[in-house]
């Protein structure tokens, strides 16, 4: 049968910064083809298809929280992939290969992780599950 | 289709929705 996707509303103009992506205007709706946890989503306005990052984009049907992980403040332990430098006051930055523990999986690809004392936003995509302890 | 994302990490949320949020 035909396969339903998920209808999401754009929040906020986006602008592509790469081929691969998709641009669209605060309130076009698109369709969700596929959501990657690192905070991109695969959609289709009208014609187009491409990614989006998932915080520009909330359901039709009002906050979505069903999907959302609960935090865990014990930590799932993981390791950085990529050096990354903080840009906004609430990131962490860190090395590649630093470990760190995972409190919280956000669907726009922002975790919240934990780092000794330090606890901020840093990107999914620059992590990985490391399964050892620290 | 080959669908690979972006190799960027995508943007935080944009500025609005964080007053929002917070």
Redesign the interface.
Known sequence: GPIILQSYRVIADYEKNSKSELAAKNGDVVEIVEKSENGWWFCQLRNKRGWMPAAYLEPLDGPDESEEQDPNYEGDLHITTKDYSGELDDELSLQEGENVEVIHKLLDGWWVVRKGSITGYFPAMYLQKSGETA | ?I????????????A??RRKQA
């Not at chain 2, 669908?3 to 944009?14: H, S, V």
């Open positions: 289709t669908k690979r994302p972006p190799e960027n990490p995508p943007p935080r949320p944009p609005e929705v």
